[in-house]
């Protein structure tokens, strides 16, 4: 699953990483938490456009969002036909940026790890997105999608983002690509090869830690 995430590219780098035609200003984020407002891309009249949307899905078809719960991950292998999920799984996929995300090992009292890209480039992982209309305002909420571990991760948790590879990100933003099975061949585990994991200081527990001391390697 994916619970934590951190963002600290500067928004030129994102904006030059996806290709968008805009920029989000955002603070460097280390220990972004569910229900957080954060820059997600999408396809918008053939443009790629950042924009703000709040970790926690809420279909657009909810009357009354506060009493469903707001899944911030979907597994990729059962999205296209959960009802909470299948439409925008067609229709409605985005990249949410990423430097790093984190997970807990089961050992050791859940040893927290940052995992990220070996070369450092953002990662664009595979997300979902729904736009939720009523109190008389416009909610643009999103999920992470989920697959099983690559051999690397495995160890740490049995299951991984979604991390869309660069050369896929036109076909993954293309409302117009409906066809499952092309949509299920970008949700493979990213390769091991090209990622790396180190544990780090147990204060990513808590979401009021937000400073570049989080991503600092420590000794397990």
Request: glycine fraction near 4%; aromatic fraction near 10%; include cysteine.
């Amino acid at each position: 699953m994916c619970g934590r995430f951190a963002l600290f590219s500067s928004p030129l780098r994102i904006q030059n990483h996806f290709a968008t035609v805009n920029e989000i200003e955002m603070e460097p984020r280390f220990n972004i938490a569910p229900s957080e407002s954060v820059p997600v891309i999408r396809t918008v009249e053939k443009n790629r456009v950042s924009t703000l949307a709040r970790w926690g899905l809420i279909p657009s078809w909810v009357e009354d969002p506060d009493e469903l719960q707001k899944p911030v991950n979907a597994k990729a292998e059962t999205a296209a036909i959960k009802p909470m999920f299948r439409h925008a799984y067609r229709t409605s996929r985005v990249l949410i940026p990423a430097d790093a995300y984190y997970e807990w090992a089961p050992r050791d009292g859940k040893q927290p790890y940052l995992i990220k890209l070996k070369n450092d480039e953002p990662m664009g992982l595979g997300g979902l997105l729904e736009c939720w209309h009523g109190y008389e305002t416009e909610v643009l909420t999103f999920t992470i999608l989920t697959t099983f571990a690559n051999p690397l991760l495995a160890d740490i948790n049995d299951r991984m983002p979604v991390i869309i590879k660069p050369e896929d990100y036109a076909a993954w933003l293309d409302h117009k690509l409906t066809d499952i099975i092309k949509i299920q061949a970008m949700v493979n585990p990213y390769p091991e090869r090209l990622m790396a994991a180190y544990p780090i200081s147990r204060d990513i527990n808590n979401p009021q830690h937000d400073s570049p001391k989080l991503i600092a390697p420590v000794r397990e």
